[in-house]
């Protein structure tokens, strides 16, 4: 299997402080996606960081991809009580399996923020 | 635009049983994806499909099958619903290439098989 996994599986912390969660990845990469889901709900769309790429921003989250090291990061910085959720990684492969390429994801960060 | 839809939200089946988790969307996209979501497992590939009349397996297709007779929809079937098919369900759909676009997620649908 291609996928990775997130680490820590769950973090705690203080409302501003700043928040980092890791995941490592197996195999060849086109791009790394970040996707929040909130309890009961759908994931959502942080980021995508392509191969090429060493560190994104976006507002208060910065990814960072190490391909060499096969994993990447998501700093939330001044992090919010609604920040509050789980955090996955989503490995996007660089070549084909089936009719298409495959984007697999590991089993999440649970991130709360305590106000 | 409304997104991605799914329906039922919640749904509670006997073992044996049928029935069709629905999935549409509205924003013209060409891939379509079911996925699972358990608890410590993360999301993992059912059932997938790059464009009307094309679908494909992902990493756990037993028991479920597919079609997509058109762009819009991509409903997911249960042929004989067991215990170990409890999970959440979601449908996602990209614009293009998965692999490569970020994808949008439905609400999702939590089955329960007794």
């Known amino acids: 299997s291609q996928q990775g996994e997130e680490d820590p599986q769950a973090l705690s912390i203080q409302e501003g402080e700043n928040a980092t969660m890791n995941c490592s990845y197996k195999?060849?990469?086109?791009?790394l996606q970040w996707y929040r889901q909130n309890s009961g709900r759908g994931l959502v769309h942080l980021i995508l960081?392509?191969?090429?790429?060493r560190e994104k921003h976006s507002g208060r989250l910065r990814v960072t991809l190490d391909t060499s090291k096969k994993s990447s990061s998501l700093l939330i910085t001044a992090s919010r009580a609604a920040d509050t959720a789980s955090y996955f990684c989503?490995?996007?492969?660089?070549?084909?399996?089936?009719?298409?390429?495959?984007?697999?994801f590991g089993s999440g960060t649970q991130l709360t923020v305590l106000p | 635009n409304a997104g991605v839809t799914q329906t039922p939200k919640f749904q509670v089946l006997k073992t044996g049983q049928s029935m069709t988790l629905q999935c549409a969307q509205d924003?013209?996209?060409?891939?379509m994806s079911w996925y699972r979501q358990d608890p410590g497992m993360g999301l993992r590939l059912i059932h997938y499909?790059?464009?009307?009349?094309?679908?494909d397996q992902g990493e756990v297709p037993n028991g479920y099958n597919v079609s997509r007779s058109t762009t819009e929809d991509f409903p997911l079937r249960l042929l004989s619903a067991a215990p170990s098919q409890t999970s959440v369900y979601f449908c996602?759909?990209?614009?293009?290439?998965?692999?490569?676009?970020?994808?949008?997620f439905g609400p999702g649908t939590r089955l329960t098989v007794t």
């Open positions: 996602a759909s990209s614009m293009r290439d998965r692999a490569a676009y970020e994808q949008y």
């Open positions: 195999t060849s990469i086109n791009n």
């Open positions: 960081i392509r191969s090429n790429e």
């Open positions: 989503g490995q996007g492969a660089s070549i084909s399996s089936g009719s298409a390429r495959q984007l697999t």
């Open positions: 924003m013209n996209h060409e891939y």
């Open positions: 499909s790059v464009g009307a009349g094309i679908t």
